[in-house]
């Protein structure tokens, strides 16, 4: 590995879907590394075991899995710091708990949620931040053992050192400074014998040699905490770099409502993997390079230096966009894949395929193809208001016309049209928007030429005739 080379991670906790917020932290992630040459690491933190489900997690994997996102360290892949499931790290934790024990940087406390809740209230109302109140601090040994022997459990605090500064480089905001007497002494093993979120993740991140970590701003509050944690455990300190968030287009949290749509739901819309990852590196990071990209030029115009300080949002329209693009860039073989069932009432073979070279260029989501599939396959289509105005327009004769010069035009789109010009005296628009709302029903769609291929003489002089009579009311 280069020596910039970063090793950086994903560490989802599987207590609900990846949305696009944590699909750009990972997927930056995962640009990050493979920009230098590192490594990507995926670690699962699940050690709320309320909350965690293992069909969640399983999604969580195949929607990166999905989306491109590969890692080389972490489940089913393995490594040389597994196990990278948390729930499976219970001896290192002890470990690092017993070490900070030793050096006299925790002690338990018995404290109630009711005993914690009312002191936060009491400073909040006389106007301080709201801190433990190292209520537990000074227990004397015999007092803790006591109410253990009368069956209390404790939490375990980490006691966070006196007027210190704790300061990094974050490499997104820049140079940050805390003062660790605002930060009051936290829960580093609940008193239900799990650890907490800062204890493993900071742990785990020294001990997988992630070298940056990146993750949502969210999470800026917590990083002198486990910088803290990791000095005091005498373990290696990542970098670590917060994102911005991504907000909906109307400024507030993504919502249901508003651009939260998760992974899953994109996927099962027909969003197409490639369309995400170009709509996501381009959200909240100047990416220098306006048109498509393939996944595997994603990683050459990365570069963490050019993510923004402010947070992003979300634009349905650049997505679709970049949906757009990427439909156009699939091969027709990737198209007929992506519409999968949708092409079920076609034959299989020549006539999917001719399908698709037609629709390739006026799809963005398999759904839409359905219409077109009827236009091909049944007997008669239904006429829009649109289409209905045209075919009036025309008038019965031209639809006659038209029907009895297809016979000896037969598969010359180019010629029948001609015929059609020279018998009616129409051209252009006026030809063809009558002739295409009469044979599709719409005064849009892919081209007309090849989609009368598909429909066959038959189908399409029932179509005229239909048209005729619609135009003689
Ligand atoms: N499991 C944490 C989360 O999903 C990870 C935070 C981090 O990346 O450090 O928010």
Redesign the pocket.
Known sequence: MPATALITR????PTGALHLGNAR?ALFSWLAARASGGHFVLRV?DTDAGRSQDALLERQLDDLRWLGITWDEGPGVGGPHGPYRQSERGSIYAEALAKLEAGGQTYPCFCSPEELQLSRKVQLASGRPPRYARTCAGLSAVDVQRRIDSGAAPAIRFRVPDHRTVEFVDRIHGPQRFQSDDIGDFVIRRADGSVS?FLG?AVDDSAMGITL?L??DD?LANTPRQLLLLEALGMPLPEYGHLPLVLAPSGTPLSKREGAASLTDLRAQGYLPDAICNYLIRLGHACGHDGWLAMDQLASHFDLARTSHSAARFDEAQLRHWQREAVTHSTDAQIEQWLGGHLDALQAGEERSAFVAVVKGNVLFPAEVDELVGVVVHDSVPVSADAKAQITEAGPDFFVSAGSLLATNAGDFKGWTRAIADATGRKGARLFMPLRSALTGATHGPELAPLVGLMGNARVLGRLERAQALAGK
Do not use: D, I, Q, W
């Open positions: 994903f560490a989802p906790s932290t933190e979120f993740n970590v993750r949502g999470h």
